[in-house]
T-cell receptor
Framework: GAGVSQTPSNKVTEKGKYVELRCDPI?????LYWYRQSLGQGPEFLIY????????DSGLPNDRFFAVRPEGSVSTLKIQRTERGDSAVYLC???????????FGQGTRLTVV | RKEVEQDPGPFNVPEGATVAFNCTYS??????FFWYRQDCRKEPKLLMS???SGNEDGRFTAQLNRASQYISLLIRDSKLSDSATYLC??????????????FGTGTKLQVIP
């Protein structure tokens, strides 16, 4: 497809488990962002990739969260030892990286039970 | 102080009313500005970019005041379909050519019949 694709769309996991969330950006977009959105809140910045490198990971809440983008395209957000407080919608966005708009995927709704 | 601040609302307005939202940003190095719209349980989508000269798109007008570091969105003749959360977005270019996209928490608009 032409848009940003995120999989899975929904993920339910048990507390303490490990999860991976995938983002497939728009082809050719060099910038990729991960955000987390809780109910009633705006998207909260997690990490930004420019190409393969994490240009800004200041939003990652703790060391249980990690993200990679090894080939400068698909990115994976990894959460270890999940906690109930990690439950949220995880949004991925990509942009051409030239100060223009970012395009969002439909998000992965993560529920930790 | 948050990098981008918005009144969360909700703004409850009757159909046909004019409503305005403001958003303030803290970093004077911010370079581009956008309003996004987010419907319930959907991803944010670009509503309009905000230019220094101000811009209008149908019933929507966006303004930027760099001196006071705020942007505004005016919606005229509100429709029921305008009910959504409106997110203020600020782009900054960081050292090294990286950019950071920061969202406000969003302002919720409910248009009432």
């Amino acid at each position: 497809g032409a848009g940003v694709s995120q999989t899975p769309s929904n993920k339910v996991t048990e507390k303490g488990k490990y999860v991976e969330l995938r983002c497939d950006p728009i082809s050719g977009h060099t910038a990729l962002y991960w955000y987390r959105q809780s109910l009633g809140q705006g998207p909260e910045f997690l990490i930004y990739f420019q190409g393969t490198g994490a240009a800004d990971d200041s939003g990652l809440p703790n060391d249980r969260f990690f993200a990679v983008r090894p080939e400068g395209s698909v990115s994976t957000l990894k959460i270890q030892r999940t906690e109930r407080g990690d439950s949220a919608v995880y949004l991925c966005a990509s942009s051409p990286g030239d100060n223009t708009e970012a395009f969002f995927g439909q998000g992965t709704r993560l529920t930790v039970v | 102080r948050k990098e981008v601040e918005q009144d969360p609302g909700p703004f409850n307005v009757p159909e046909g009313a004019t409503v305005a939202f403001n958003c303030t940003y803290s970093n004077s190095a911010s370079q581009s500005f956008f309003w996004y719209r987010q419907d319930c349980r959907k991803e944010p989508k670009l509503l309009m970019s905000v230019y220094s000269s101000g811009n209008e798109d149908g019933r929507f007008t966006a303004q930027l005041n760099r001196a006071s570091q705020y942007i505004s969105l005016l919606i005229r003749d509100s429709k029921l379909s305008d009910s959504a959360t409106y997110l203020c977005v600020v782009n900054m270019f960081l050292r090294g050519g990286y950019q950071k996209v920061t969202f406000g928490t969003g302002t919720k608009l409910q248009v009432i019949p």
